[in-house]
């Protein structure tokens, strides 16, 4: 039974730090393409990052340069680094398992490629 779960989320005021994780099992995780999706309240689920199974990644244009995705395949952890943050980045954060594309991870990242999903943290970013 595939299985992910989030953690990391909280408040922090603008400019500040937080690195959420994402605990996988239940599959060959590092074989899969991985991403993180958030979702503010009143707007679709967006794709922030995601990372192939050779460790190419790739990013929504919103985050580029503030954020970086990484993965730890020996704890099955996947990872997204938030630095920089503003108002605009509060949201739900998800991640989620592309298990049909071999590894590779499609771009612009599309949520509806994935077929796994983790329950969300929310990160709260205040002015």
């Known amino acids: 039974q595939v299985q992910l779960v989030e953690s990391g989320g909280g408040s922090v005021q603008a400019g500040g730090s937080l690195r959420l994780s994402c605990a996988a099992s239940g599959y060959t995780y590092s074989r899969y393409c991985m991403g993180w999706f958030r979702q503010a309240a009143g707007k679709e689920r967006e794709g922030v990052a995601a990372?192939?199974?050779?460790?190419?990644?790739t990013y929504g244009d919103s985050v580029k340069g503030r954020f970086t995705i990484s993965k730890d395949n020996a704890k099955n952890t996947l990872f997204l680094q938030m630095n920089s943050l503003r108002p605009e980045d509060t949201a739900m954060y998800y991640c989620?398992?592309?298990?049909?594309?071999?590894?590779?991870?499609?771009?612009?990242?599309?949520?509806?490629?994935?077929?796994?999903w983790g329950q969300g943290t929310q990160v709260t970013v205040s002015s």
């Open positions: 990372i192939d199974s050779d460790g190419r990644t």
């Open positions: 989620a398992a592309d298990r049909d594309s071999g590894g590779y991870c499609y771009t612009p990242i599309f949520s509806y490629e994935y077929d796994y």
